[in-house]
């Protein structure tokens, strides 16, 4: 992931940033829960999520969560896909 002062610095499009990044006001409970719950699908997928792919792959999370558990682990990481139990995979998904 990158760090803060990275954010939107590295070259191939725009690194997600949550909606309260380019404004002056001071940051809100709300942010800082949209905030966890994209590293959350981060850390699901593997991937770093940039800002125009972050309700697609909500989607792709939320349609996942009604499929049965081989369709969910198929599109986690792969380092992860057998480190947890099916329940708390669901329950990472529903966070996000």
């Known amino acids: 992931m990158p760090l803060l002062s990275n954010i ?16 002056s006001v001071k940051c809100e409970d709300k ?15 593997g991937r770093t999520i940039k800002s125009r792919n972050v309700d697609t792959l909500k989607d792709l999370l939320q349609s996942s969560i009604t499929s ?10 792969s380092s992860i896909r057998n480190a947890c139990l099916d329940q708390s995979l669901k329950t990472m998904m529903e966070i996000c």
């Open 31 to 45: 942010f800082d829960i949209y905030d966890f719950g994209v590293i959350l699908m981060e850390l699901i997928l």
């Open 68 to 77: 049965d558990d081989e369709a969910r682990r198929s599109i986690i990481d």
């Open 8 to 23: 939107g610095k590295d070259g191939q499009g725009n690194i997600f940033k949550s909606p309260s990044f380019n404004k």
